[in-house]
């Protein structure tokens, strides 16, 4: 049995308002066409940056450099551009030259300019099979745009079709349009100069050492390219050219070991439009140093090419042991002949 005033207590405790943890979950239960965000141009970028630089610490920092020497790389690698030089400015500015063919300019499709949207919108470039590249590293279209998004100030210039063409930006937005600022004369090809904005790096300080080891194997990767990093705030400068290409990169690999043989081991294959590049050195340590690269980008987490290598390098080794010990295993008949002399 119950009498009323249980009833009654029950009612107040059934119309007690739901709080704490409860209350949330009722809160947040609310999902509908409302709740569906949709973000304009590069503001996904900075929402995430993570997503497409990796992390927001001194490697992301770098990663803005990659993406900006990466495009002066394909420059080179088309066969366009034969210098590139990279400085570290005293204000914490960095800038990327080159002499290869400049950022197109001119009315685009979508009724901006050429050089705007490929700094502004997201998988817009000449790397998707349209003839402008035949191999590209970097992020297809993202590169640039992403280095925009995260920068609190950049500029670009553009010296091509006769003149100097420029735009700035603040956090990935035009603040001027695409100009003429002077004649071209004998100058050629792309300047980029950026600052990465505070409010999305933990450091924003670029490392001298880390840029010129990447700008080494770049240049190693990128035979007869001249790559200069110059750094302002120490008044501090290294060049790198290479004509030996890979077997330069691994005699410097090599350089404080105690290698079997003088020469590195080299070859080359085209097939189709794909070419391979092989250079190889053994030295007296017990631990081995592969380095695999991918249109000039240095794939540390290995893939297909270093699996194939791996066995081809082992089957090729296994077959040559199996040709010398058979040369050298005397037959039956060469044992009965040594037999009847004796």
């Keep these: 049995m119950t009498d009323v005033g249980d009833r009654e207590a029950a009612a107040k405790t059934t119309a007690r308002p739901a709080t704490g943890r409860k209350a949330k979950a009722a809160a947040g239960s609310e999902y509908g066409a409302a709740n569906i965000q949709v973000l304009e141009g590069l503001e996904a970028v900075r929402r995430r940056p993570g997503m497409y630089i990796g992390s927001t610490d001194v490697r ?11 495009n002066s790389i394909d420059e080179a690698m088309a066969g ?59 992020l297809h279209g993202v590169g640039i745009s992403v280095v925009n998004a995260l920068s609190s100030w950049l500029r670009v210039e553009s010296a091509r079709d006769g003149g100097v063409w420029s735009q700035e930006y ?40 880390t840029i010129s080891q990447r700008l080494r194997e770049s240049a190693y990767l990128t035979k007869g390219v001249w790559i200069t990093l110059k750094d302002e705030r120490v008044d501090r400068e290294r060049s790198f050219y290479f004509e030996g290409g890979l077997v330069s ?65 082992t089957r090729s080794l296994n077959d040559w042991a199996k040709r010398q010990a058979s040369s050298r295993t005397p037959t039956a008949a060469s044992r009965a002949r040594t037999s009847a002399r004796a």
């Design 60 to 70: 992301g920092l770098h990663h803005l450099v990659w993406e900006v020497v990466d």
């Design 80 to 138: 366009h551009a034969t210098t590139i030089l990279v400085t570290i400015h005293t204000d914490g500015k960095m800038s990327v030259r080159d002499d290869g063919r400049g950022v197109p300019v001119g009315r685009h499709a979508t009724g901006k300019d050429a050089l705007e949207v490929v700094h502004t919108v997201l998988h817009a470039g000449g790397k998707f099979g349209g003839g402008g590249y035949k191999v590209s590293g970097g």
């Design 170 to 209: 603040v956090r990935g937005k035009p603040t001027t349009k695409v100009e003429k600022v002077g004649p071209q004369g004998h100058r050629r090809g792309t300047l980029t100069i950026f600052e990465p904005d505070a409010q999305m790096f933990e450091s924003t300080d670029f490392s001298f050492d």
């Design 249 to 313: 990169f691994v005699r410097h690999l090599n350089r404080n070991k105690e290698t079997l043989h003088s020469r590195p081991i080299y070859c080359e294959r085209k097939d189709g439009s794909t070419t391979i590049e092989v250079a190889l050195q053994y030295n007296d340590s017990y631990a081995e140093n592969v380095l695999a690269f991918a249109n000039n980008i240095n794939t540390v987490d290995g893939g297909t090419h270093i699996t194939g290598f791996r066995r081809a390098l």
